[in-house]
Nanobody, 116 residues
């Protein structure tokens, strides 16, 4: 079955960095666009970054451009989100996502808290 397992969240001070990882299994990973979403308390889930199946095309939500980098390793079935210059407003639960057979698949999420 399809599984997405995120890791790497935690508490970091403003200006700090974190690297999130998502381990994928149960589908042909290299054939699918992979996404990172986040959901802050009281807010809707929003798309943060997207990477094409080959990794050649990457898109970012405006507020994270220049600070976050999405990448993938198709040999390891992994997708990453490098987050630099973190701000308190980046605090959220971060989710790995893929649309497999037209169905959105989600991991359990990993909490990122940016606070001094």
């Amino acid at each position: 079955q399809v599984q997405l397992v995120e890791s790497g969240g935690g508490l970091v001070q403003p200006g700090g960095s974190l690297r999130l990882s998502c381990a994928a299994s149960g589908f042909t990973f290299s054939s699918y666009v992979m996404n990172w979403y986040r959901q802050a308390p009281g807010k809707e889930r929003e798309l943060v970054a997207r990477i094409s199946s080959s990794g050649g095309v990457r898109d970012y939500e405006a507020s994270v451009k220049g600070r976050f980098t999405i990448s993938r390793d198709n040999a390891k079935n992994m997708v990453y989100l490098q987050m630099n210059s973190l701000k308190p407003e980046d605090t959220a639960v971060y989710f790995c996502n893929a649309k497999i057979y037209y169905i959105d698949r989600w991991g359990q999420g990993t909490q990122v808290t940016v606070s001094s």
